[in-house]
């Protein structure tokens, strides 16, 4: 039987095995990693209840928080495509990375609620623009209102084509515009598969996210220590 190659294995696999160990810890919060993954299948239904489909773009501007984790493997549940943004971009990169991607939704710490405010006046081709926490008046909705209307139902990974494409990235732009560089759910899992046979005591290592999930390095390593059960410490910025 052909099993199609996706990181939401990782995520199945810390839920069945681990999922009464602390699987991320955020700010004051953290999460075991069955509540992991059913908000993650929560916010997955919940964006295809908010008309989302499989190849659509969910832009992420945020420093490092437990949404962007749920929202890596709940955006791909739900077949669209993560995209996560450079938060040190200026508006203007921010407006054409965002144009040139066809990005459907923005998920957005209040941080950036200024930037945002531009954004929603030169991106008309976003539908909806989320904010991490309270409601603004930059935002259609919250994040919380998007999960709240999901249901934690695990995903059917046989039905997935492992070519898809999973994430989209932007380069920095150092040599000219920023490009985009997609990955597919089975670049991502090999990649993972690859790093966490690195990986030494698992049962007792803590993952100290330091680096930014925007980036290629950060935002590929969510595989490894999910995969092996890790507690996982984000920290915010860096």
Same mark, same amino acid.
């Given at each position: 039987?052909?099993?199609?190659?996706?990181?939401?294995?990782?995520?199945?696999?810390?839920?069945?095995?681990?999922?009464?160990?602390?699987?991320?810890?955020?700010?004051?919060?953290?999460?075991?990693?069955?509540?992991?993954?059913?908000?993650?299948?929560?916010?997955?239904?919940?964006?295809?209840?908010?008309?989302?489909?499989?190849?659509?773009?969910?832009?992420?501007?945020?420093?490092?928080?437990?949404?962007?984790?749920?929202?890596?493997?709940? +955006?791909?549940?739900?077949?669209?495509?993560?995209?996560?943004?450079?938060?040190?971009?200026?508006?203007?990169?921010?407006?054409?990375?965002?144009?040139?991607?066809?990005?459907?939704?923005?998920?957005?710490?209040?941080?950036?609620?200024?930037? +945002?405010?531009?954004?929603?006046?030169?991106?008309?081709?976003?539908?909806?623009?989320?904010?991490?926490?309270?409601?603004?008046?930059?935002?259609?909705?919250?994040?919380?209102?998007? +999960?709240?209307?999901?249901?934690?139902?695990?995903?059917?990974?046989?039905?997935?084509?492992?070519?898809?494409?999973?994430?989209?990235?932007?380069?920095?732009?150092?040599?000219?515009?920023?490009?985009?560089?997609?990955?597919?759910?089975?670049?991502?899992?090999?990649?993972?598969?690859?790093?966490?046979?690195?990986?030494?005591?698992?049962?007792?290592?803590?993952?100290?996210?330091?680096?930014?999930?925007?980036?290629?390095?950060?935002?590929?390593?969510?595989?490894?220590?999910?995969?092996?059960?890790?507690?996982?410490?984000?920290?915010?910025?860096?």
């Amino acid at each position: 039987m052909f099993v199609p190659l996706t990181p939401l294995r990782c995520l199945h696999r810390a839920m069945d095995l681990y999922g009464s160990r602390t699987g991320v810890v955020s700010g004051d919060r953290q999460f075991t990693y069955t509540e992991l993954g059913r908000r993650a299948e929560k916010l997955a239904t919940g964006l295809r209840a908010a008309g989302f489909a499989a190849g659509d773009r969910v832009a992420d501007l945020s420093f490092n928080k437990r949404q962007l984790r749920e929202g890596y493997f709940g +955006v791909i549940q739900a077949r669209a495509i993560v995209m996560p943004l450079n938060v040190r971009l200026s508006e203007s990169e921010l407006a054409a990375i965002l144009a040139h991607s066809g990005a459907k939704m923005v998920i957005f710490e209040e941080d950036f609620a200024d930037i +945002v405010r531009g954004l929603r006046r030169n991106c008309r081709d976003v539908e909806r623009w989320v904010s991490i926490g309270e409601k603004r008046p930059e935002a259609d909705l919250t994040y919380e209102e998007i +999960v709240d209307q999901g249901c934690p139902e695990r995903a059917d990974v046989l039905s997935y084509d492992e070519m898809a494409i999973a994430e989209l990235f932007y380069t920095s732009g150092s040599t000219g515009a920023p490009k985009g560089v997609t990955l597919s759910h089975r670049t991502l899992y090999l990649h993972g598969l690859s790093v966490a046979g690195e990986f030494r005591d698992p049962e007792t290592m803590v993952d100290l996210h330091t680096i930014p999930l925007f980036h290629s390095n950060g935002w590929g390593h969510p595989q490894p220590p999910t995969m092996l059960g890790n507690k996982q410490v984000l920290c915010r910025a860096s």
